[in-house]
């Protein structure tokens, strides 16, 4: 039986991906293991999807060393039609930077009308002002290196919008049909200070494939991605045309076959 053919249980009940999980994790993988299973079962549509893509998607996590607990709000295992996908939040690109040494301060919250008062075109900037009422008006995201560097990103709930449509097929759908399938449509403000993290750590952060740094690296990459033989499959950007981006050094539980003498009669049931 190859490994296409395995349930997702089965999966994770063989030797084999419980010792990758273990390698991955420094730790009994049990407690990872039974949040998986845990995810799904309470999710009808990533029981659609595809065990691999699950079991691949998790594997990231493990390999990051992030919980997958939704309430946490590290990292999430999202269905995409039948694929499932890694996607990392807000909570996780901070926990991954703060790791690497490097940052003294990070941070992405909301911005009430009248908080920022204009942005200095030539330094970037922000210059705020005084909150004149409740409404969100954007998005903002700021870091402080340890060297004293510091930056700050903002983005108004339109910039973020166009973004979110540009990007993601499933929130470009939304709009088209009134329907609110997509995490944009469900959490835009999670989705929201995930962007503008993940865009002003992308463009100004410390992200090289240094020790320190490495992970901060793979999350950026994997993010949104469907795992494939050849590298990452970025299927809710794809508008039309297939992207494929070739992954360097991260783990990859779906490369190899399980022998059939792993599956044990529980398994099977």
């Keep these: ?17 419980k010792k990758r999980f273990e390698e991955v994790l420094d730790t009994s993988p049990q407690s990872f293991i039974s949040s998986i299973l845990s995810i799904v079962r309470s999710n009808s549509k990533l029981q659609e999807c595809s065990p691999n893509s699950i079991l691949s998607a998790a594997g990231i996590a493990a390999a990051l060393k992030l919980p997958i607990n939704p309430s946490l709000g590290f990292a999430f295992i999202v269905p995409y039609g039948k694929q499932a996908t890694f996607q990392i939040g807000a909570k996780g690109l901070i926990q991954l930077a703060m790791r690497s040494g490097q ?114 690296a793979k999350a950026l990459q994997a993010d949104q991605a469907v795992i494939t033989s050849e590298g990452y499959r970025y299927i809710d950007n794809e508008n039309g045309e297939e992207r494929i981006v070739p992954f360097n050094d991260i783990v990859n539980f779906s490369e190899e076959e399980i022998p059939n003498t792993e599956i044990s009669k529980d398994a099977e049931e």
């Design 1 to 17: 039986m190859g490994q296409e053919n395995l349930s997702l249980q089965q999966l994770l009940n063989s030797t084999t991906i």
């Design 103 to 216: 940052y003294l301060t990070l941070n992405a919250g909301s911005v009430c009308e009248g908080q920022i008062k204009e942005i200095d075109f030539v330094t970037g900037e922000i210059i705020r002002g005084e909150k004149i009422s409740d409404e969100i008006v954007g998005y903002v995201a700021f870091m402080r290196l340890i060297n004293g560097f510091e930056k700050s990103l903002y983005m108004t709930i339109e910039e973020l919008q166009e973004h979110a449509e540009k990007y993601s097929q499933s929130y470009a759908y939304d709009l088209k049909t009134g329907r609110k399938s997509s995490v944009w449509s469900t959490n835009f403000p999670a989705m929201a200070k995930k962007t503008v993290l993940k865009l002003l750590l992308s463009k100004f952060g410390i992200i090289s494939l240094d020790q320190k740094s490495v992970d901060l």
